[in-house]
């Protein structure tokens, strides 16, 4: 199958998502994948330009080494408030190209404008797929009325719905979104690379980690919101903890700021990097503030991998998190990020650290990305299929 994906964000240079997942997994197994993305990050890491031109990347791959995703980057105006003007002109161009050329059997859509285009055109079948509320994330607020909107007219078109979790089924359903046509199709993990074998003993020796140190682990983009400061700051004393972060973002100056004797900011580190570095730790967190909207709907991809790995992760009481995992599965909640802490301490103190773990990995060993990705190819199928019998009808 030809499968072309939009989206609104970076594939190159943000952590692998359910949408790279799922693309190289298709990949490996013969599809044709091509993605249409955007520079989000220009503004920090990209070059000094007033616009840039259509680029395109070949045989991309992030997780699999035998993967082969083609990227394409249409060329958007680099001035704060055209850059979105000029991406839905350039993205609209590419969308129509890529339908004369590559003549996609199937669209997936994980934007909002992008997929508010593709539904425009009505050119093949589409599935939006949503894993996050991607109006809440608009940084511009009175925008966010605009996107909820084209997000409720762009579900209502769609060949099918599908979401990363049970909680997010609610909210487009809330939306819009056909019953019928909304299903759950979750994250997975790759047991092999995730496992409770990988050892992290030389990331420990390389940072400095004592044996009898307890290390609290963090990755992923540092929003704001991420309650990693209100972790440190109560940390802060208990010398024999260490709070272990991988990742950047907008949090990491302000990190950057608090004492450093227990906190590592090691940064971005390449994925194939990472199961080291969940195996040198003892606890996993996901201290995000509770009240943001953004964090009420969503279960990250990380949260699977940190308990395939036996540890067990401490976290606020999101909604979208406690209907995933519940209670008694190796998941611990806290009801702030200033909490965190506390519950952590008290894993350790009662001696449940390594017990909580383990029901960790048995609550996620059955969600390899196999599974997932049969699933999804079904999907697809299924989709196109439909569509193909109403063009016979019609």
């Given amino acids: 199958m030809k499968i072309l994906i939009?989206?609104?964000?970076?594939?190159?240079?943000?952590?692998?998502h359910q949408q790279h997942h799922l693309a190289e997994m298709m990949a490996l197994r013969g599809h044709e994948i091509r993605v249409i993305d955007y520079e989000i990050l220009?503004?920090?890491?990209?070059?000094?330009?007033?616009?840039?031109?259509?680029?395109?990347?070949?045989?991309?791959?992030?997780?699999?080494?035998?993967?082969?995703?083609?990227?394409?980057?249409?060329?958007?105006?680099?001035?704060?408030?055209?850059?979105y003007l000029s991406l839905l002109f350039s993205h609209r161009k590419e969308i129509k190209r890529q339908f004369n050329e590559f003549k996609p059997d199937v669209v997936i859509c994980f934007g909002i404008l992008n997929s508010y285009l593709v539904s425009r055109m009505s050119k093949v079948p589409f599935?939006?797929?949503?894993?996050?509320?991607?109006?809440?994330?608009?940084?511009?607020?009175?925008?966010?009325?605009?996107g909820k909107f084209l997000e409720r007219r762009t579900l209502k078109k769609a060949s099918r719905v599908l979401v990363i979790n049970e909680k997010l089924r609610e909210y487009v359903l809330s939306m819009g979104s056909s019953p019928q046509n909304t299903a759950v199709l979750g994250a997975g993990i790759d047991l092999k690379r995730y496992n409770m074998k990988v050892d992290g003993s030389k990331i420990r020796e390389q940072y400095g980690i004592e044996k009898e140190d307890i290390v609290l682990f963090f990755m992923g983009w540092l929003y704001k919101f991420s309650g990693l400061q209100e972790v440190a700051q109560k940390m802060h004393g208990y010398k024999r903890y260490k709070l272990l972060i991988v990742g950047d973002g907008d949090a990491y100056e302000d990190l950057q700021s608090l004492p450093q004797e227990q906190i590592i900011l090691a940064g971005r580190k390449p994925y194939?990097?990472?199961?080291?570095?969940?195996?040198?730790?003892?606890?996993?967190?996901?201290?995000?503030?509770?009240?943001?909207?953004?964090?009420?709907?969503?279960?990250?991809?990380?949260?699977?991998?940190?308990?395939?790995?036996?540890?067990?992760?401490a976290t606020t009481k999101l909604?979208?998190?406690?209907?995933?995992?519940?209670?008694?599965?190796?998941?611990?909640?806290?009801?702030?990020?200033?909490?965190?802490?506390?519950?952590?301490?008290?894993?350790?103190?009662?001696?449940?650290?390594?017990?909580?773990?383990?029901?960790?990995?048995?609550?996620?060993?059955?969600?390899s990305w196999r599974k997932i990705?049969?699933?999804?190819?079904?999907?697809?199928?299924?989709?196109?299929?439909?569509?193909?019998?109403?063009?016979?009808?019609g």
């Fill in 6 to 16: 939009t989206q609104e964000t970076d594939w190159l240079k943000r952590n692998p």
């Fill in 42 to 83: 220009w503004k920090k890491q990209g070059r000094k330009e007033l616009y840039s031109n259509r680029e395109v990347f070949p045989n991309v791959s992030k997780i699999h080494d035998k993967a082969s995703v083609t990227v394409i980057r249409p060329g958007i105006i680099k001035i704060l408030g055209l850059d």
């Fill in 127 to 146: 599935i939006y797929y949503w894993i996050d509320v991607l109006h809440e994330l608009i940084p511009f607020s009175p925008l966010r009325f605009i």
């Fill in 272 to 313: 194939e990097d990472i199961p080291s570095y969940i195996a040198a730790s003892d606890i996993c967190l996901l201290p995000a503030n509770p009240r943001e909207k953004i964090m009420q709907n969503i279960v990250p991809i990380k949260m699977y991998e940190y308990m395939a790995m036996g540890k067990p992760v």
């Fill in 319 to 367: 909604l979208a998190v406690m209907m995933e995992f519940g209670k008694y599965n190796g998941v611990v909640y806290a009801d702030s990020s200033e909490n965190i802490f506390s519950i952590c301490n008290s894993m350790v103190f009662n001696g449940s650290r390594e017990e909580q773990g383990l029901i960790a990995r048995r609550f996620v060993r059955n969600r």
């Fill in 373 to 393: 990705t049969d699933a999804f190819e079904t999907v697809i199928e299924n989709v196109i299929k439909e569509s193909n019998n109403e063009r016979t009808l």
